[in-house]
């Protein structure tokens, strides 16, 4: 399950894959794990080289040979997150007979960066410091993991942040405080403006981005602009690339196979990735999103567009299934969903996101 807009990977019961062939990946058999990589060496002996050094780095890019049609492609990636992160099995008391649920667990990606929104990020920085931005502009909710995320890779990257953050009526006015994502992304000196529930309603993010944007360029600065969620057709390529990843783990697993991949879903760009991914590469699971805010006909138009911004050819109805997921509204939650949460974490030692799990 990818936190915090997490995947949970369920499998029947399947007979084991047949992995007695080479899989090759940019031209040579590779295995991957989460700390060392295979070393050349003159014995022949193979030895651990440590990633330690890949953090922060720029780094070309090229594709998954299945998405090698695809285009634009990007040409460079920062190494942003701490990856390829784990899956393990999730022992849900009362599962149905011959059901397993797995766990891609996203939410060790990073500390400050951790969960999704930092795959998406490694592509959109990298484009950033390509266009020689000296600050980055971003908008999401007070509570953003998004904003939170983009605050301190910018700072990582040595850009000023600029946020814009919805939030109701009667605080628009007041200082937000030192509470939660805000504690962060102001130890990390981004700079921050409130506005209204209604004001965003009405103009829209990407109108809001782009006033922002033409202030700072009258001011002599090179803004660049990473929507809702980090939710476009670049930031698309983190998730391709995240199934790219469980395909190579799966690659060494005990012939696990997952049949469905269930996704929550606020701005769209992780289940675009993941239902591409899933439907051009060699896992073909179906995936499942569940919106926590919006409606399924609004992700479905928009995923179709990030897909028809990649040149992909395949339609969202095809390849993703949403639900309706809101319940109450966007973090609004009632006192039953809290004490599964608690219910889930006692049984399981997992710790569930309140807004998206």
């Known amino acids: ?168 009526k009667v605080l628009v006015d007041k200082d937000p405080g030192l509470t939660g994502n805000l504690l962060v992304e102001r130890f990390v000196g981004a700079h921050s403006r409130l506005i209204s529930k209604e004001e965003y309603a009405k103009i829209g993010s990407v109108a809001l981005t782009n006033v922002l944007k033409e202030q700072l360029i009258k001011e002599g600065r090179r803004p660049y602009v990473i929507p809702v969620g980090g939710s476009n057709s670049l930031g698309t390529w983190g998730y391709i690339e995240a199934m790219r990843e469980i395909e190579q783990q799966l690659q060494i697993s005990d012939g696990v196979k997952f049949d469905d991949i269930v996704v929550a879903c606020g701005s769209g760009g992780t289940i675009a990735g993941l239902s591409l991914g899933s439907w051009l590469g060699e896992l073909k699971a179906k995936v499942h999103a569940f919106c926590v805010c919006d409606d399924p006909d609004y992700f479905y138009d928009f995923v179709q567009g990030l897909i028809d911004g990649l040149h992909a050819g395949v339609n969202a109805h095809d390849i993703v299934s949403i639900l309706n997921a809101k319940g109450l509204g966007y973090a609004i939650n009632t006192s039953e969903e809290l004490k599964f949460v608690k219910e889930i974490a006692a049984a399981t030692g997992v710790v569930l996101d309140p807004v998206y799990s």
């Open 1 to 168: 399950m990818l936190w915090s807009a997490k995947l949970t990977a369920i499998r029947s019961s399947l007979p084991p894959f047949n992995f007695n062939h080479s899989i090759t990946v940019f031209g040579q058999p590779k295995v991957y794990c989460s700390q060392y990589r295979a070393m050349e060496t003159n014995d022949d002996t193979p030895k651990a080289k440590p990633l330690c050094f890949d953090f922060l780095n720029k780094k070309p890019y090229s594709p998954p040979p299945w998405a090698s049609h695809l285009k634009p492609i990007p040409s460079h990636v920062f190494s942003l997150g701490h990856l390829p992160t784990p899956i393990h099995k999730w022992n849900l008391p009362n599962l149905p007979q011959n059901t397993e649920v797995w766990l891609k667990r996203d939410d060790l990606s990073g500390m400050q960066l951790s969960g999704n929104k930092v795959r998406k990020l490694e592509f959109l920085m990298a484009e950033a410091v390509a266009q020689g931005a000296d600050c980055i502009i971003t908008i999401g909710g007070i509570q953003s993991n998004h904003c939170r995320a983009t605050a301190v890779a910018a700072k990582y990257l040595n850009l000023d942040c600029y946020l814009i953050l919805r939030t109701s």
